[in-house]
């Protein structure tokens, strides 16, 4: 069972991480929601074998309930996120049409070398 | 000793809670704000006092077991630094509360309680023992940042802001996939139990948690080669919420990584840490030098500076560690300060463009003075706080014969010098000028003395820093030789 949990987690990642790279705000939302899906799972096996619902008066025969508290704080929190992104790109859909991440325009001067002159002429002004 | 580190969390953010109730009553919201603030900064000299003395002080959150529950641990490396960290946020909101009349400021309503928010967050990833609180921390203060840094909405700020969120999204998923590894390899997460039983597994293991653990940390510290987010999106942010960013949010990466790989005893890490100590120094001075902003010149020195505290914790020695730790208590108040110049600046000139300016040394000395000290000290000079954090470093360093990074340490004082006198040739000498847009907006003579009163008050600050560096070095010695002795945090923690 461990297996195919897994390689769920393995998927999940290599699905996320490659969508991350993606230059549209809206794909990177959804590699980060993959990605997330992924950390939760896999700290779901981390409480190891499976058994009935922890539920106090249960016995031995219950599953770990700390990763399974861990893993409900991580979901909240990367829900929230997964918001503010949506915003985000929301935003940045209004100010310029679409919602592709843009170029740092000060590296592009520094990578174009335009900047050391200009600073130069300045200080000698 | 409970009441007092329970309000450096809960304090703020109770504050943060009343603060956005009373949002628009000005003077009402920034009282409270200031009051959350300036207690939690008091209960955290109070326990520095009281730690110092007595030892380390643990509570367990509901009284669980270090096992299952939260454990709140009060060690004197945390309580060297919080005091230091929660009073630099006072003295930022002081000169935010002067600055918000002005295009340049934040906007009021948002950043006083995110402020807060932002600051019970800090609080708890310095005292927590846990490490899946210290992610839950880390989460407060990057979902406040996230909030300070792109609440205006500008084109610049969106864009970088989405660098700066994607680039810690992802560091944070990596943490918890880490929690997850740490959690099946030993049945904890809490740091001393795990770095109890880390010990004990076999090395491949052992060294890949590390080297899991460098990446995570390093992103939020910004090492090489995972620091090109920084330098992207502090400089988009108003100068207040760069300020905090700037003295803060970066050495909680390093902050962490001192704590996690001292503890588990990551000894093996030491070579890679030191190279990539020694190229973040270089690459970052490098960056400084090629930049004509001053607050982007200020960003890249934050990367450089980052390789001395990396450099002091790579040497895996006593006196290394301590070295990494007075740096650590030199470099906040000093970066915070000269962020706060740079706005000073910005005020002034409509512009923190190195392009625009000249004479001010003339027209506003004050602001010349409060600029030369912290520059003087993060470039290294005596008798500043920088030299002595320096020179523990570097002596750190040739003790243990480290000679590649040693030079790496003294290319990177001096490239940050230059830099330094680029800032210095650029704004302050030469004939005074008038702005060239004619975007200059009028301060008001009461806000303008807040904000200089603020940042007057920080460089006093810093001077004390140097003024105290034996007593604070005794404690960051104290503090290594717990962090070095991972038993009796151990013991400690868990009896």
Redesign the interface.
């Known amino acids: 069972m461990s297996i195919s949990v897994l390689a769920i987690v393995g998927g999940l990642t290599s699905t996320g991480l490659y969508l991350i790279t993606a230059r549209s705000l809206s794909r990177i939302i959804l590699g980060f929601s993959l990605l997330g899906h992924a950390a939760v799972l896999a700290l779901l096996t981390a409480g190891g074998s499976p058994g009935a619902a922890p539920i106090a008066g249960r016995g031995d025969e219950i599953s770990n309930p700390v990763p399974q508290a861990l893993a409900l704080t991580a979901i909240v929190i990367s829900f929230g996120l997964t918001l503010f992104l949506l915003a985000l790109a929301g935003r940045e859909q209004t100010l310029t049409g679409d919602d592709l991440v843009e170029d740092d325009l000060e590296d592009r001067r520094v990578a174009d070398g335009s900047v050391a002159d200009d600073s130069v002429a300045g200080n000698v002004q | 000793m409970n009441a007092l580190l329970a309000a450096t969390i809960l304090a703020p953010l109770f504050c943060a809670a009343a603060g956005l109730v009373l949002r628009t009553q000005a003077p009402l919201r920034d009282s409270v704000t200031l009051l959350g603030l300036v207690t939690a900064a008091g209960s955290a000299i109070a326990l520095l006092v009281g730690v110092a003395r007595d030892g380390t002080h643990i509570v367990r959150v509901g009284d669980w077991s270090p096992e299952?529950g939260i454990v709140l641990v009060a060690d004197l490396f945390a309580v060297l630094v919080l005091p230091v960290a929660l009073t630099i946020i006072v003295v930022v909101e002081i000169f935010a509360i002067g600055q918000r009349r002005t295009a340049w400021g934040a906007n009021p309503e948002l950043s006083g309680p995110l402020l807060c928010v932002l600051t019970a967050g800090v609080s708890l990833a310095f005292l927590t023992g846990d490490l899946?609180t210290l992610?839950?921390a880390f989460?407060i203060i990057l979902?406040s940042s996230?909030?300070l840094l792109?609440h205006q909405?500008q084109?610049g700020q969106?864009?970088?802001?989405?660098?700066y969120?994607?680039m810690n999204?992802?560091a944070?998923?990596l943490f918890?996939?880490g929690?997850?590894?740490v959690?099946?390899s030993t049945g904890t997460?809490n740091i001393a139990l795990a770095a109890d039983r880390i010990a004990e597994l076999p090395s491949g293991i052992r060294l890949g948690i590390g080297a899991w653990f460098l990446i995570v940390f390093g992103t939020k510290a910004a090492i090489f080669p995972l620091f090109s987010w920084l330098p992207?999106s502090y400089p988009t942010a108003p100068t207040t919420i760069t300020a905090v960013f700037a003295g803060l949010l970066t050495k909680i990466g390093i902050y962490a990584m001192i704590r996690f790989h001292s503890l588990t005893g990551m000894d093996e890490l030491g070579p890679i840490m030191l190279i990539l100590a020694a190229v973040t120094m270089i690459i970052g001075a490098l960056g400084a030098l090629?930049?004509?902003?001053v607050k982007?010149i200020l960003s890249f020195h934050i990367i450089s500076q980052i390789g001395y505290m990396l450099m002091g914790l790579g040497l895996f020695t006593e006196a290394g560690t301590a070295g990494a730790i007075l740096f650590l208590v030199h470099h906040m108040p000093v970066k915070t300060v000269l962020f706060l110049v740079g706005g000073l600046i910005e005020n002034d000139q409509g512009s923190s463009s190195?392009?625009?300016h000249?004479g001010l040394a003339t027209r506003r000395p004050l602001i010349a003075v409060f600029f030369a000290i912290p520059a003087l000290s993060l470039a290294g000079m005596p008798p500043f706080s920088g030299f002595v954090a320096k020179f523990a470093v570097i002596s750190a360093g040739i003790a243990e014969a480290s000679t590649a990074v040693v030079v790496a340490a003294l290319i990177a004082g001096a490239l940050t010098l230059l830099s330094m006198t680029?800032i210095w040739?650029?704004v302050f000498w030469?004939q005074p000028s008038e702005p060239a847009d004619g975007a200059l907006h009028p301060v008001a003579p009461g806000n303008r003395t807040t904000m200089l009163a603020a940042t007057g008050l920080a460089v006093v600050g810093t001077l004390a820093i140097s003024l105290f560096a034996g007593t604070i070095f005794d404690l960051s010695q104290r503090a290594a030789e717990g962090l070095r002795n991972p038993a009796i945090y151990i013991t400690e923690v868990t009896s």
Do not use: C, H, N, P
């Open positions: 299952l899946f992610f839950v989460e979902v996230y909030v792109t909405g084109r969106i864009r970088s802001g989405m660098t969120v994607v999204l992802l944070s998923t918890l996939i929690l997850a590894i959690y099946t997460v992207d090629a930049q004509s902003d982007r190195l392009e625009r000249g680029k040739v650029g030469g």
